[in-house]
């Protein structure tokens, strides 16, 4: 297998740790996490490298992509799996929280898109998986504000995939149910959920998409991943 290069958004836990630990065997892998200790310690323990980016700043996400490609050349691969919680009323959350949630999954995920898709275009190829939620397609009470901002990236990246013109760039999406990660974790009592996937059975579905090659059809634009731990 030919080594390639691969950028994991989110790389320091979760879904996406699980996408770099697979790809890190084989390729050289890049994860980005906001927190300098948690990309360290999950750089160390996949062996592979990592950088510092705030994925809401425009500026940290061009630096952070450029640096990969003066390490290891032309990106192969972006997986974005990074994603800000914001669960509960909209009228219950602080403003504070409301734009933090906007900046990470709105911008961010324009931001990083938009730097990725900048050299795929000018290398003529890669892939980009863009990690969505279930919810997207299915209201759930409880979580308007996270529901509206991971459907922005949803929008974007089918726009997106349409944009290209060509299957050498891939813009693709899965739409995983509740998985067993930190964010998940995170969500409380009231919106836990007693049957979700394994972060590292969904990492396999976005890995073998990140590897698919530029005459493999009939795959970007696509919801490749819509289920939850029952199916």
């Not at 705030?54 to 972006?78: F, H, K, W």
């Not at 901002?149 to 149910?177: C, D, R, W, Y």
């Not at 990660?181 to 049957?195: C, K, M, N, P, S």
């Not at 972060?199 to 579905?205: G, I, K, L, M, S």
Request: with cysteine.
């Amino acid at each position: 297998m030919d080594s390639r290069t691969f950028v994991v958004d989110g790389g320091t836990s979760g879904l996406g740790m699980e996408v770099a630990r697979i790809l890190a065997a084989d390729h050289r892998v890049v994860i980005l996490g906001n927190v300098a200790e948690e990309v360290s310690r999950a750089r160390d323990e996949l062996g592979c490298d990592g950088l510092v980016c705030d994925m809401s700043r425009s500026e940290q996400v061009r630096d952070a992509l450029a640096e990969t490609t003066n390490r290891y050349g032309p990106i192969d691969g972006l997986a974005h799996c990074a994603a800000m919680w914001a669960g509960g009323k909209l009228e219950d959350l602080s403003p504070e929280a409301i734009r933090r949630a906007i900046e990470v999954n709105v911008l961010g995920t324009a931001y990083l898109l938009h730097e990725a898709l900048l050299r795929m275009r000018e290398q003529g190829y890669g892939n980009i998986v863009y990690v969505s939620a279930l919810a997207t397609d299915v209201p759930r009470p409880g979580i308007p504000l996270y529901r509206a901002t991971k459907s922005f990236g949803t929008s974007l990246v089918e726009s997106l995939a349409e944009a290209q013109g060509t299957n050498s760039i891939k813009v693709m999406e899965i739409h995983p149910g509740p998985m067993h990660t930190r964010l998940q974790e995170r969500v409380g009592a009231d919106f836990l959920d007693t049957v979700f996937a394994l972060p590292e059975q969904v990492a396999t579905e976005v890995v073998r998409l990140l590897l698919l090659r530029s005459d493999d059809l009939y795959v970007s634009g696509q919801r490749v991943l819509r289920a939850d731990g029952r199916w």
